[in-house]
């Protein structure tokens, strides 16, 4: 290994936040790993020190290197975790900076984009002036037809009443002259 490797762990932990106590985790791992001590001490009926007898009965192989070495994981793989994690924001800042440096030189050497850009923009602003041109005069064709169609709707209205009126005037004159018909005829005709 070389020197900048190891300088570069030492740094790395030194800068770590405080990991939880190894006594204390290796507890609560033991614990959890020996569930059966707490199963046992509450299932059982009894009083308190027959209760214990049970609990303690129930643990019959105490694991305690695989406990240490499941312990000895987790923290390898904490350590691991955030030295990646410190190695990946380092690799991001790196780029962070090669990009501000190449974009300050490309500013100049790239004026030949910027002008097309602005080109196709005002192409595209005239394209759009013309659809919305053509937009409202297709609006105001639509309305103009919309407006003679229900203008003859309404004459169409207007005769159809006009012609249910004749029809029916018709209907009473027809029913008039057959009355007046029938009564010149029995006039004429003697009884």
Not at 39 to 66: E, K, M, P, Q
Request: proline share 1%.
């Amino acid at each position: 290994m070389s020197i900048k490797t190891l300088k570069a762990v030492v740094k790395f932990n030194e800068n770590q936040r405080i990991a939880p106590r190894f006594i204390l985790t290796y507890l609560v791992i033991w614990f959890v790993w020996h569930n059966q001590l707490f199963t046992s001490f509450f299932t059982t009926s009894g009083d308190f020190l027959t209760r214990a007898n049970v609990a303690l009965a129930s643990v019959t192989d105490n694991h305690y290197l695989i406990v240490l070495a499941i312990t000895c994981f987790f923290y390898m793989a904490r350590l691991g975790y955030y030295f990646l994690k410190n190695k990946t924001q380092a690799l991001l800042e790196e780029d962070d900076i090669a990009e501000i440096e190449v974009g300050i030189d490309q500013r100049f050497a790239k004026s030949e984009d910027i002008d097309r850009l602005m080109s196709m923009i005002t192409d595209l602003k005239t394209q759009l002036a013309v659809t919305k041109e053509r937009d409202q005069k297709a609006n105001a064709d639509k309305n103009l037809l919309i407006k003679k169609f229900l203008a003859l709707r309404e004459e169409l209205d207007e005769v159809k009443a006009e012609n249910a009126l004749l029809t029916k005037s018709n209907k009473t004159l027809k029913a008039r002259l057959s009355d007046s018909c029938d009564m010149e005829a029995g006039v004429l005709e003697p009884s």
